[in-house]
């Protein structure tokens, strides 16, 4: 899809990837919409387009209250008009051993990273499909091609979006709309990963750059191709390595000391659970 004068919305555009995301899409000359729950952020990232010469309006919109979602479509089409894109990047995740995870956490996880992913889509796709134009982008993981112990939770439902995207994708693709669905590995900048505690991913995990993803995530929608798993080293075909042997996959994470590393961050935030 050319996205030069087109209308998009992205989610979780406050900051990490989909703020910078929101900005090469600007700057691709896609009008958009930037949706997160964080007004007075996602205003700096509107203003920060504006100033680049993009064009960008801030929604304050909860992703998992079913009329902010309804509101962020109609703001969207009154100020731009018909919406061509729409990039799922809104997520949230906590890293702690299952057995020790709140129940509410599971519960508020699997609401904002499946349930309102498949609800704000199912509200924008009818008007794609009618125009038989336009491109749905779903932000999941690496996390989704292989095990990902002790953010089990977060990667189950980036797993979920896997699937979704592909079926969605051979479902929407007679009708001229395009889905794709992007795997980034750790993110060295900004987001979730930027924040742990226990330092730098292991060498055999790697990470990427914000932009780096941001750029993949264009390319996929530009030329409509289903999947991209954004990552270094041996992440990059970690899909390949756990449909040939998942037992091969988990034993090279796990001599590679990727399990420990996730380990000693599950266990450094239930300790800070803990003492609150």
């Not at 299952?98 to 509410?104: G, K, L, N």
Request: with cysteine.
């Amino acid at each position: 899809m050319k996205l030069q004068g087109t209308v998009g919305i992205v989610t979780g555009a406050s900051g990490g990837i989909n703020g910078r995301l929101a900005e090469r899409l600007a700057q691709r000359g896609v009008k958009v919409a930037l949706a997160a729950r964080t007004a007075s952020e996602l205003e700096k990232r509107a203003e920060l387009i504006r100033s680049q010469g993009g064009d960008a309006i801030a929604v304050p919109t909860d992703v998992t209250d079913t009329k902010d979602l309804e509101e962020l479509i109609a703001r969207t089409e009154a100020e731009y008009g018909p919406i061509d894109l729409l990039v799922n990047g809104a997520g949230i995740e906590r890293v702690i051993e299952f057995q020790y995870i709140d129940p509410d956490d599971i519960a508020s996880i699997i609401t904002t990273n499946v349930v309102a992913i498949q609800m704000l889509t199912r509200l924008i796709a009818p008007g794609m499909v009618e125009r038989r134009r336009g491109h749905i982008v779903n932000l999941s993981s690496a996390a989704a091609k292989t095990a990902y112990p002790f953010n089990t939770v977060n990667a189950s439902t980036k797993h979920a979006l896997v699937g979704f995207s592909w079926a969605l994708r051979e479902e929407l693709s007679p009708h001229g709309v395009g889905v794709s669905v992007v795997c980034p590995g750790f993110v060295s900048d900004v987001g979730l990963s930027s924040r742990w505690s226990v330092g730098k991913p292991p060498a055999i995990a790697g990470s990427v750059s914000s932009d780096k993803v941001a750029k993949a995530t264009i390319r996929v929608i530009e030329h409509n191709r289903a999947e991209v798993i954004v990552s270094p080293g041996l992440g990059k075909t970690v899909d390949v390595f756990h449909a040939i042997s998942p037992a091969l996959s988990t034993w090279v994470a796990r001599r590679g000391g990727l399990y420990r590393y996730m380990e000693r961050e599950a266990q450094h935030n239930r300790g800070v659970a803990e003492r609150v």
